[in-house]
C-alpha cells in the first residue's frame, strides 16, 4: 500500500489497475465483481464505451474553460439536465465539482431567499437525523449524525435536525420565523438505505410551500436513476400531483466517474444568485459535461430506468427468499438495496474482497448494494451466490 496518503480512509488491501463493465482487475490480474460502482459513481460500469468516446474527443478539444465565458459542451450539458428535471419544477442550475460543493451552494440560495425577502434571523436550515451531506465543516453540521460531529467543531450554526418520518416534529420544526430551508434525502444512504415515506414527504412538500420554506432534495446518491426514478423525488406526490422542489442538488453518478455536481433551482430561487454570489473554479469542466451528457442520454429514458427497477427488485427478492438467518431485513429502491444483517457490517466487506466481490457497508450493521446500473442478469446472480456463502 502507498504510505504518501494520509491515513483518513480504512483502504482495503487491493490495488486496482482497470475495469469493464462491473468488473475491476487488481495488479495481479484478479477480477472483482463490483457492486459498489465507485459508492454510486460509476453508474454505467467501467470503461463504457460511448463515455470513454465523450471524454477523449472532449479532451482532444479542450480541457477546461473558466466561468468567465461560456463552453459549448457545458451549456448543452446545462440545457438537457434542466429539461431532464424539468418535471420536478426546476428552471435553472449552477454547476460544481461535488456533492458537498451542492449542498453548500443550496444553503446559500436557501439563505439569501430568506433573508431578501423577511430580513436578517430566517436563517436556520432543518435536516434528518440520519442524513448526510458531506464533508465540509458547514455540510458536517447539515449532517445529521453525531458520529460526524467530533474533533472539527466549531461547526457552522443554524442547523436543526429532526427524526425522518416523524410529521409532528416537521410541523413544529418548520418555523416561518426563523427557518429559511428543509433538506432533505428522499432515500438516505450513508445511514443504512431508507427511504422516507410518501405522508412525510408531503407534509414536507405542503408545510414549506404554506410557510414559504424552500424544499431542497439531496439527490446526491439517490438520485440520477439510482432508485429507478430519473430524480428519486418523482416517486413521491403532493395533492396528487408530482412534487415540485425549490431545490435539487445532484452529483456523484452525475458524470459517470468525473467529478461534477449541480444544484438546480425551481421558480422561486432561480433569481436569487446573482454575479459575484458564488462561484467554482472547475465548474461546468468541459470534460465532465461531455460525460454527463452521455448519462443524461442513456439514463433518462423511460425503458432503461424500468430496468433498474427490476434488477433491484431481482436482488431484494432473491436475498429474501434466502430466509437467510442472518439477514435480519432488506429495503430499498432500484439498485440503492440495504441489508440489515445480525454481525458487524466491515469484516464481511473484508471477506468479500477475498472472494471476489466489492460491496459497501451504510452503518455498523448493514451491507450497502450500489451496483452499476449496466449490470447484467448473470453477474447479479454471480454476485448474489458468493454474497449468500458470505453470510
Keep these: 500500500m502507498n504510505d504518501f496518503f494520509m491515513h483518513n480512509f480504512h483502504r482495503l488491501?487491493?490495488?486496482?489497475?482497470?475495469?469493464?463493465?462491473?468488473?475491476?482487475?487488481?495488479?495481479?490480474?484478479?477480477?472483482?465483481?463490483?457492486?459498489?460502482?465507485?459508492?454510486?459513481?460509476?453508474?454505467?460500469?467501467?470503461?463504457?464505451?460511448?463515455?470513454?468516446?465523450?471524454?477523449?474527443?472532449?479532451?482532444?478539444?479542450?480541457?477546461?474553460?473558466?466561468?468567465?465565458?461560456?463552453?459549448?459542451?457545458?451549456?448543452?450539458?446545462?440545457?438537457?439536465?434542466?429539461a431532464a428535471c424539468a418535471g420536478s419544477g426546476m428552471k435553472n442550475l449552477f454547476l460544481g465539482n461535488s456533492g458537498a460543493e451542492a449542498n453548500e451552494a443550496a444553503c446559500k440560495i436557501a439563505?439569501?431567499?430568506?433573508?431578501?425577502?423577511?430580513?436578517?434571523?430566517?436563517?436556520?436550515?432543518?435536516?434528518?437525523?440520519?442524513?448526510?451531506?458531506?464533508?465540509?465543516?458547514?455540510?458536517?453540521?447539515?449532517?445529521?449524525?453525531?458520529?460526524?460531529?467530533?474533533?472539527?467543531?466549531?461547526?457552522?450554526?443554524?442547523?436543526?435536525?429532526?427524526?425522518?418520518?416523524?410529521?409532528?416534529?416537521?410541523?413544529?420544526?418548520?418555523?416561518?420565523?426563523?427557518?429559511?430551508?428543509?433538506?432533505?434525502?428522499?432515500?438516505?444512504?450513508?445511514?443504512?438505505?431508507?427511504?422516507?415515506?410518501?405522508e412525510f414527504i408531503e407534509a414536507a412538500a405542503k408545510l414549506c410551500a404554506e410557510r414559504d420554506i424552500l424544499l431542497m432534495f439531496d439527490e446526491i446518491q439517490c438520485g440520477l436513476g439510482r432508485t429507478g426514478s430519473f430524480l428519486a423525488l418523482q416517486q413521491y406526490r403532493c395533492g396528487g400531483a408530482p412534487i415540485k422542489a425549490?431545490?435539487?442538488?445532484?452529483?456523484?453518478?452525475?458524470?459517470?466517474?468525473?467529478?461534477?455536481?449541480?444544484?438546480?433551482?425551481?421558480?422561486?430561487?432561480?433569481?436569487?444568485?446573482?454575479?459575484g454570489d458564488h462561484n467554482s473554479t472547475f465548474g461546468g469542466n468541459p470534460v465532465a459535461a461531455a460525460a454527463g451528457l452521455v448519462v443524461l442520454e442513456t439514463v433518462n429514458n423511460p425503458a432503461f430506468l424500468a430496468?433498474?427497477?427490476?434488477?433491484?427488485?431481482?436482488?431484494?427478492?432473491?436475498?429474501?427468499?434466502?430466509n437467510h438467518p442472518a439477514v435480519q431485513e432488506v429495503r430499498g429502491r432500484g439498485l440503492m438495496i440495504g441489508i440489515d444483517i445480525d454481525r458487524d457490517a466491515w469484516p464481511v466487506l473484508e471477506t468479500a474482497l477475498t472472494r471476489g466481490l466489492l460491496i459497501l457497508s451504510a452503518g455498523p450493521n448493514t451491507l450497502r448494494l450500489l451496483p452499476p446500473y449496466t449490470i447484467t442478469d448473470s453477474e447479479i446472480d454471480q454476485g448474489l451466490e458468493i454474497l449468500k456463502k458470505l453470510l
Design 307 to 322: 430496468e433498474i427497477t427490476r434488477k433491484g427488485e431481482k436482488i431484494m427478492a432473491a436475498i429474501k427468499a434466502w
Design 13 to 82: 488491501p487491493v490495488v486496482f489497475t482497470g475495469g469493464d463493465g462491473a468488473w475491476l482487475f487488481d495488479t495481479a490480474g484478479k477480477k472483482y465483481l463490483d457492486l459498489s460502482a465507485g459508492i454510486a459513481v460509476n453508474c454505467l460500469g467501467h470503461a463504457y464505451p460511448p463515455l470513454v468516446k465523450a471524454i477523449a474527443e472532449q479532451a482532444a478539444k479542450c480541457n477546461h474553460v473558466c466561468n468567465y465565458y461560456q463552453c459549448d459542451t457545458a451549456a448543452l450539458f446545462a440545457e438537457k439536465l434542466v
Design 111 to 198: 439563505r439569501k431567499y430568506s433573508l431578501k425577502k423577511y430580513g436578517p434571523g430566517r436563517h436556520t436550515i432543518v435536516t434528518l437525523r440520519g442524513s448526510f451531506h458531506g464533508r465540509t465543516i458547514t455540510m458536517l453540521a447539515a449532517t445529521g449524525q453525531d458520529s460526524f460531529h467530533k474533533d472539527f467543531g466549531p461547526f457552522t450554526e443554524g442547523f436543526a435536525y429532526i427524526p425522518g418520518g416523524d410529521i409532528d416534529a416537521l410541523e413544529k420544526a418548520l418555523d416561518a420565523q426563523t427557518v429559511a430551508g428543509l433538506l432533505i434525502e428522499a432515500v438516505q444512504g450513508e445511514s443504512g438505505i431508507r427511504p422516507q415515506s410518501p
Design 246 to 275: 425549490d431545490v435539487v442538488t445532484l452529483a456523484k453518478a452525475l458524470a459517470g466517474g468525473l467529478p461534477a455536481g449541480a444544484v438546480l433551482a425551481g421558480e422561486k430561487a432561480a433569481d436569487v444568485f446573482e454575479v
